[in-house]
């Protein structure tokens, strides 16, 4: 499928809303505003803004002065005014509607192309350089039309025709012949007889002379369909007519003078290899006509409306149309084109007729399981890479579009099928609290739905741990939201992530069960919790690009209200940020320990060694403004150095910082468990980690992670092993790798080996290892080690039934190489 660029996307999506702005009304103020594209099109507003002066500067955008700036795409007003010739395309609102109320002349000559679908769309630039050819003095120019069976070539002939005949380049009464060679493929001699005629006498048979389709197209158009299968010997035969209006019957000896014809030719192979260089050199004009695929999804919509309207006209019954009906036509592949979506939307009438048994009193359903079973299944392969305008456009269909058969097909009388956004509705009245608000604005519902849904996540944290959790929620959906929430570093509470996975897989039901639940417009949510509002945009756009379904605009109402209640159970929280210099040390670290304590709270920040300070300092400034609940950060550093940018920050913001360092895995993991204690505070917290780590008395090295804490800990996080018995067997495990290497053993190696191994084994036994690139060459940098440890985890393999893949091995090997290069 095509892929459009971002201008592309901005130009479809701005000339679709102002049709719908002009469907509307002519004399209200009419214009889209940057802002409006930016939200719908999930593009930056600066993007959108520098994609639209592009546009404007080509002509192909008006600009509407006022505050803010709005935008018109100039191909839909063409087709409602006539636009005035200016230097630049600025108006005010006034001269706009003055336009708009102004009907084009009636005398005006009418384009025939105008009522092609895509004619200012994806076939602009083919329909703009076929009118050239066209007009081109004295008789136009020959043409040759290229592309896959059922693209429209033949429909694109009688668009030229008509084309000529308005511009008086034929009278209205020229012929226009069509030709199919491919009929006559296995017989050339009467190809040729009937392409040019014959003498008497000519061949067996030829009791008279008779003109063949050369002579009946003098003066008009002859159309030579699969060109291709037109013998080199008819090509050539050609020449004469082309260059010198001339042409001999079979059997004739003495040329003919023939009027001019203008050929037009279709071809479905490749030209240079199908066709004679001497003939494709005599024709001038060679354009190629693009897949139904890779045309504009506004223009398949088209599509699918105007062979569903000839259908009902067929049947003699208006048609109630499904919308998953036209979502499943527009994602679903056409390997035919045209051809084939007409025949499957005949197909899909004829299924649905059949069920009425005839009878044609009531108006015939189109529902989804009427579709072709071939389309069913291409719709189900293809969604998940469904574009965003394929999206857009889903979201704005009726959920049933009526189509009636008596109406006429001129589009300008075809029903409305999408609904038009609404405006942005300001509240026009005061509140005085939380609840009136949400009550006046409809949030109510959400807000109810969202508290009740995060109250009742707890009992599933009380679920048996024999019963893993993606027991209950599909694993794609399990993935797909830890990877969004690690991506975007979002600081969540356990429950709201447990409550996301849970209302995505429940969502996930209820979209191909076809029950959506609908809350109010976004607007007032967005105005109410900006800063929610702004994260549940982030959560949204990353679970549809990782997901194989899609999650509708009205779900950020729910999203946004999930998220405050994490807020306002998390608002107490101290933020934990962690920095160190290197690949992956801080990182690494926040990741044992926000899965040893089940929870995203600690963000790590790993510094290259080369970057510089001013780098540095706006980075961990960017985070502490993220992260910073009200209640200050905590930053955690490998260096005495860093400590500064704590007294800086304090200096030049709002922010109560404090730093601590040099930092460690166990006072990370502390600080990260402290924290989010109720009764922390700042100070407090960091005299805490102060006196207990960095004494002399008790340094990070005599400072004992118990067995018992991990098991605990280890309890809250692995789901059906036992933690006291995997610590057991890792312990000897971990002391067989520490003595055969000479390795020392401290705290820090202990968590991260414990921690890992822990998971590594119950992720095999669900056999669902972790990926490693490039792990035999990974092998070949560390061959004793990792001989060392594949041989000290036979144990292990022996007691749970498993094999650990060397790209497990490859991860707990990186524990030790970091660990040794760390106490170098």
């Known amino acids: 499928m095509r892929q459009f660029s971002r201008k592309d996307r901005i130009k479809m999506f701005l000339e679709e809303e102002t049709k719908g702005s002009l469907n509307e009304s002519v004399e209200q103020n009419s214009g889209i505003s940057t802002s409006y594209i930016s939200k719908k099109l999930d593009i930056t507003r600066s993007n959108v803004s520098k994609e639209l002066n592009k546009l404007f500067r080509e002509k192909q955008v008006i600009k509407i002065s006022g505050k803010p700036v709005l935008y018109l795409s100039v191909n839909a007003l063409a087709s409602k005014i006539n636009l005035p010739q200016k230097n630049n395309f600025i108006f005010t609102q006034e001269e706009l509607s003055k336009l708009l109320t102004v009907k084009k002349k009636d005398n005006a000559i009418e384009d025939p192309f105008e009522k092609m679908i895509g004619y200012q769309g994806s076939l602009k630039s083919v329909v703009e350089q076929l009118k050239a050819a066209i007009l081109y003095p004295p008789y136009g120019m020959n043409i040759l039309l290229s592309g896959s069976t059922g693209v429209g070539k033949t429909t694109m002939v009688s668009y030229l025709y008509n084309f000529a005949i308005s511009k008086g380049i034929l009278k209205k009464n020229a012929p226009m012949i069509t030709f199919n060679c491919a009929d006559y493929v296995d017989n050339p001699q009467l190809l040729m007889s009937l392409l040019f005629g014959y003498e008497k006498g000519a061949f067996t048979g030829a009791n008279s002379t008779k003109e063949g389709i050369i002579k009946q197209a003098e003066h008009g158009i002859l159309f030579l369909d699969e060109v291709h299968r037109l013998p080199p010997q008819a090509q050539e035969m050609l020449f004469q007519v082309i260059d010198n209006q001339t042409y001999r019957r079979l059997g004739q000896v003495t040329p003919n003078t023939i009027g001019h014809i203008l050929f037009v030719m279709a071809t479905t192979e490749d030209i240079s290899s199908a066709l004679l260089r001497t003939f494709t050199r005599r024709i001038p004009v060679s354009v190629n006509l693009p897949d139904l695929d890779d045309r504009f999804p506004t223009e398949k919509l088209d599509y699918i409306y105007l062979f569903f309207k000839a259908e009902a006209k067929q049947i003699g019954s208006s048609l109630l149309v499904d919308k998953s009906v036209i979502e499943a036509l527009l994602n679903y592949k056409t390997p035919s084109n045209l051809g084939q979506l007409k025949v499957d939307i005949k197909l899909t009438c004829a299924k649905a007729y059949m069920k009425e048994n005839g009878v044609l009193e009531n108006k015939i359903s189109i529902t989804f399981n009427d579709l072709p079973e071939k389309t069913i299944k291409s719709y189900f392969k293809e969604k998940k890479y469904q574009e965003v305008l394929i999206q857009d456009l889903v979201s704005r269909l009726n959920e049933t579009i009526e189509i009636d058969s008596t109406k006429s097909n001129n589009p300008e009388s075809s029903p409305n099928y999408l609904t038009t956004p609404n405006a942005t509705l300001e509240p026009s009245f005061k509140v005085s609290s939380k609840k009136e608000y949400l009550h006046n604005t409809g949030l109510n519902e959400a807000y109810v739905a969202a508290k009740g849904f995060y109250q009742q996540i707890d009992a599933f944290e009380e679920l048996d741990r024999s019963q893993t959790i993606t027991k209950i929620i599909n694993y794609s959906v399990y993935t797909a939201v830890k990877t969004t929430l690690t991506e975007l570093q979002l600081n969540l509470h356990k429950n709201t992530i447990l409550g996301l996975m849970l209302h995505i897989n429940t969502l996930k039901n209820r979209i191909y069960s076809k029950n959506i639940p609908k809350y109010p417009q976004t607007t007032s949510v967005k105005q109410q919790y900006p800063q929610e509002y702004t994260l549940a945009l982030d959560i949204r756009k990353r679970l549809n690009q990782l997901i194989d379904f899609y999650i509708p605009e009205g779900e950020l109402t729910f999203l946004t209200m999930l998220l405050h209640m994490s807020k306002e159970k998390n608002q107490k929280s101290i933020g934990i940020l962690a920095l160190s210099h290197g690949d992956n040390i801080a990182s690494s670290m926040c990741e044992v320990v926000n899965s040893f304590l089940n929870s995203t709270h600690a963000i790590g920040i790993d510094l290259p060694l080369d970057e510089g300070t001013d780098k540095i300092f706006k980075k961990v400034l960017n985070t502490i403004e993220r992260i910073d609940n009200g209640h200050g950060v905590l930053i955690l550093s490998d260096m005495g150095s860093l400590s500064l940018f704590a007294n800086l920050i304090q200096e030049k913001t709002n922010h109560q910082v404090r730093n601590i360092s040099p930092i ?54 692995l789901l059906f092993i036992d933690p006291k018995k995997v610590i057991s067997r890792l312990q000897k495990t971990l002391t067989r790798i520490t003595n055969h290497q000479k390795i020392p053993e401290n705290d820090d190696l202990k968590i991260k080996f414990m921690f890992h191994c822990s998971s590594m084994v119950e992720r095999i036994m669900l056999k669902k290892p972790l990926p490693y690139n490039n792990v035999q060459k990974f092998k070949q940098r560390n061959p004793e080690l990792f001989k060392t440890i594949k041989c000290s985890f036979k144990e292990i393999e022996n007691d749970y039934f498993i094999e650990i893949p060397d790209t497990e091995l490859a991860y707990i090997v990186e524990i030790f190489d970091t660990h040794y290069s760390l106490n170098q």
């Open 664 to 717: 460690s895995t166990p006072m990370l993991l502390e600080a990260t468990r402290k924290s989010q204690l109720p009764s922390a505070t700042l100070d407090n917290l960091f005299n805490s980690l102060k006196s207990d780590f960095l004494m002399e008395k008790i340094t990070p090295k005599s400072f004992s992670f118990s067995n018992q804490k991990m098991i605990d800990s280890l309890g809250q996080f």
